[in-house]
């Protein structure tokens, strides 16, 4: 459980793009924040250094891809790598989150929206993380079992 105030940043993470969720104070609901476009290692970390002080983040949720029997790919391998990063750059929990499906399931929500495909581009990884975030946040509450969680 959160202290309130206490608040969790959610990256997930791309080759091209960062999308950001964050929580509220209480630990309950996740709300997306617009997305990094990467420019390199040392400009993202700082980058996001900046909003982890600008919302007090005491926590990072960061997207781990994993394959659909669990097993670790090479993009798992690039996630954990930026992990480690950012673990030593910003000194602050950085827990890894299964996050199989988050993209197609944030892709469905768009479309559901009826937003166009162009729209929906720039909005994928920001809605990805925001379902990231939020199923960690339900975790914690007990909402959902934690199949997919930091050690699946």
Do not use: C
């Amino acid at each position: 459980m959160s202290i309130p105030g206490d608040r969790i940043l959610a990256l997930d993470l791309g080759m091209r793009r960062i999308g950001l969720a964050v929580s509220d104070e209480l630990g309950w609901t996740a709300h997306g924040l617009p997305t990094l476009e990467r420019i390199g290692l040392k400009k993202d970390v700082a980058r996001l250094r900046g909003i982890v002080a600008e919302y007090q983040i005491r926590k990072l949720i960061v997207g781990l891809p994993r394959n659909m029997d669990g097993s670790l790919g090479p993009q798992a391998d690039l996630a954990l790598e930026f992990i480690e990063q950012l673990k030593n750059k910003l000194k602050l929990d950085v827990i890894p989150w299964d996050e199989r499906l988050t993209t197609q399931a944030a892709e469905r929500v768009l479309i559901e929206a009826d937003m166009s495909r162009a729209k929906r581009r720039k909005k994928v990884d920001q809605v990805a993380a925001v379902l990231i975030l939020q199923g960690y946040l339900d975790s914690r509450q007990g909402l959902i079992p934690t199949v997919g969680g930091p050690e699946a």
